[in-house]
């Protein structure tokens, strides 16, 4: 055994530095020395994650196109060559419509919704031994997007960004049991708390205990002003199952995500919220028939008040000076197109 | 040398750390992710001994710990890369010739990604993060055992050979 005293006195120093970090880091919080640290990681592992995504992406799909051209005969070899080429332009092709389909429908969402949205990909994904549930997306501060935004997608709540680097930020997903959410059930406005758990489906604690839930119905955040404010009328998912816990004042309530966590691609973080609650009117078509809840569908938003020409929700950066006190992206001079 | 090696390592860091997350976790296989940042720090671990095992092993927790997907507290990953390195220099070092046959290899990788694993969440456990609580951690450790297993023969006897070419004498303590 070659161990000496030393190489021991090395380890023990070390596991007491990365003790005394982990306490640092999380009696600290949001303002914990570390996020210094944090910051710079961020500004260099996040363009090297962007790249290699973007760099394997085009050699994944290769693969797989030659792993599809089959057999080796060499009278056929050109046309296999054609072929797999081919087949490879169609995957990509294929690739690209589903990705403009997501992009489609996360601009319908959040037209619905009056969000504006900056669209992003997920280059990175946490590890599962590591307990947490997050992603990187390649957007950073440079297009805008800050702490605590929220972010969606196509078909719902994704999650919120916890930080943000130059050129991506991290995400928290909705399913991390550290994620809590205010949420509203569509049609009956009960007002509850939905948490994450990680694998399990979510849950949803509702405050008043005597509101009348059943499988089926429909969740949507809550939403917050301020500084930390949450987009409002986000689609969350539907109840499952509902237990009544016996001796508590609150019902505990199974939630199914409408977004498919596993396969996160294309998502959209919310730079500008929308001025009024959309409520529920940003939920997928009901399946059964319900009469609508809340009259004041945004589609036909009433008559607000001049000088507010921008609904689109294109995410541009050319998003205007808004009353919430968000700095102008650009100069504040009329562009001059034609 | 040192610096020499202090490079070898740092690129090496990088490059598992990226292709982890980036690559690796994006395949989205069902359980737990390939963990090529442990294999890496065993590989390096097993040539140049337990100081430098666990020297390297706490500086790549350091980086998965502060890299962009991480959102738990600094300090976990560096905890437990770092005993994982000490263990696979320890191991490796037993006796008078570094054992390098790929049975050694795999049996080290089988022993730490369990105890990594295990590890992980009993740090997590001890601060106050209960989110192991919501994952299967049996079924999440074999898959982890498993693709730790099967990357394994690929990974750590590059990086060994690699790590030998650099500086082949590890790294003892006066």
């Known amino acids: ?338 | 040398m040192g610096a020499a090696r202090a490079l070898y390592a740092a690129v090496l860091i990088v490059v598992g750390l990226v292709v982890q997350v980036s690559v690796l976790a994006r395949l989205g296989l069902p359980g737990a992710v390939p963990d090529l940042l442990m294999l890496v720090v065993i590989g390096m671990a097993m040539t140049w001994g337990p100081t430098a095992g666990c020297v390297v092993g706490f500086a790549a927790g350091l980086c998965a710990d502060l890299a962009p997907p991480a959102d738990h507290a600094a300090g976990r990953y560096a905890f437990v890369l770092c005993l994982a390195g000490y263990v696979a220099g320890l191991f490796a070092q037993r006796g008078r010739q570094p054992r390098q046959s790929v049975v050694t290899t795999i049996l080290v990788v089988v022993v730490l990604a369990a105890l990594t694993t295990v590890l992980y969440a009993g740090v997590g456990a001890l601060v106050g993060d209960t989110a192991a609580r919501n994952v299967g951690l049996g079924r999440l450790m074999t898959t982890a055992v498993v693709y730790d297993a099967l990357l394994a023969p690929f990974v750590v006897p590059l990086v060994m050979t690699g790590a030998r070419r650099i500086d082949p004498q590890p790294l003892m303590p006066i």
């Open chain 1, 1 to 338: 055994m070659r161990d000496s005293r030393r190489s021991r006195m090395v380890l023990v120093l070390l596991l007491a530095i990365s003790f005394a970090l982990i306490t640092v880091d999380i009696r600290g919080g949001r303002n914990s020395p570390l996020s210094t640290a944090r910051d710079w990681a961020s500004a260099v592992f996040g363009p090297a994650e962007r790249g290699t995504s973007a760099a394997v992406d085009p050699v994944g799909r290769a693969i797989d196109a030659v792993r599809d051209a089959g057999s080796h005969e060499d009278e056929k070899k050109k046309l296999k060559d054609e072929n797999a080429k081919l087949r490879q332009e169609l995957e990509n092709v294929q690739l690209d419509k589903a990705r403009v389909a997501e992009l489609d429908k996360l601009l319908h969402v959040a037209s619905a919704g009056q969000y504006k949205v900056k669209p992003a990909r997920v280059v990175a994904v946490g590890p599962a031994q590591g307990f947490s549930w997050t992603v990187t997306i390649d957007a950073g501060t440079g297009d805008g997007i800050k702490q605590d935004m929220t972010v969606i997608n196509g078909d719902g709540l994704v999650g919120r960004v916890t930080s943000v680097g130059p050129m991506t930020a991290t995400v928290l997903l909705a399913t991390d049991p550290g994620f809590s959410v205010g949420s509203r059930m569509a049609g009956s406005m009960e007002i509850g708390i939905t948490t994450g758990q990680g694998d399990r489906p979510m849950k949803l604690q509702l405050l008043n205990g005597q509101a009348q839930i059943k499988p089926g119905d429909r969740l949507v955040t809550f939403g917050s002003q301020g500084p930390k404010s949450f987009a409002p009328g986000v689609p969350v998912g539907e109840v499952t199952e509902i237990r009544a816990t016996p001796g508590a004042l609150t019902k505990t309530v199974e939630v199914k995500p409408y977004v498919h966590f596993t396969s996160l691609d294309t998502v959209g973080v919310v730079v500008e919220p929308p001025r009024s609650d959309p409520r529920d009117a940003v939920l997928p078509a009901a399946p059964a028939q319900q009469p609508p809840a809340n009259p004041a569908a945004p589609a036909s938003a009433p008559a607000s008040p001049a000088a507010q020409p921008s609904t689109t929700p294109t995410g541009t950066g050319n998003s205007k000076t808004s009353a919430n006190g968000r700095p102008p992206a650009k100069n504040p001079t009329p562009s001059g197109r034609d």
